[in-house]
């Protein structure tokens, strides 16, 4: 079995950053590509920003630019710097895995908790 395990996150003012960070845990083999979606009240989740082990990254548009994502392979970790922060990104953040081989099953897609961002002043 595996577990993702988001950073809280917070409040933060219009134009400041958060770090938001993902670690996942149990006996894992491999995961091929981790990220970060997100859902904001009345509206479909959406896709932040994901990264493969190869380090081949893909943006929301509305992201581009702004946020940064980077994921360590060794301890199975995937961090989302977001810089610039407006209050349209205020969502719940998902992290996300896609395919987590895990002693040896294969997981197609797991998802974290989720945690809270409010871009407020």
């Known amino acids: 079995q595996v577990q993702l395990v988001e950073s809280r996150g917070g409040l933060v003012q219009p134009g400041g950053s958060l770090r938001l960070s993902c670690a996942a845990s149990?006996?894992?083999?491999?995961?091929?590509?981790m990220g970060w979606y997100r859902q904001a009240p009345g509206k479909q989740r959406e896709l932040v920003a994901t990264?493969?082990?190869?380090?081949?990254?893909t943006y929301g548009n509305s992201v581009e630019g702004r946020f940064t994502i980077s994921r360590d392979n060794a301890k199975n970790t995937v961090d989302l710097q977001m810089n610039s922060l407006k209050p349209e990104d205020t969502a719940v953040y998902y992290c996300h895995a896609n395919r987590a081989l895990v002693s040896g099953t294969m997981h197609l897609e797991v998802w974290g908790q989720g945690t809270l961002v409010t871009v407020s002043s």
């Open positions: 149990g006996n894992i083999d491999i995961i091929i590509a």
């Open positions: 990264i493969t082990l190869s380090g081949i990254t």
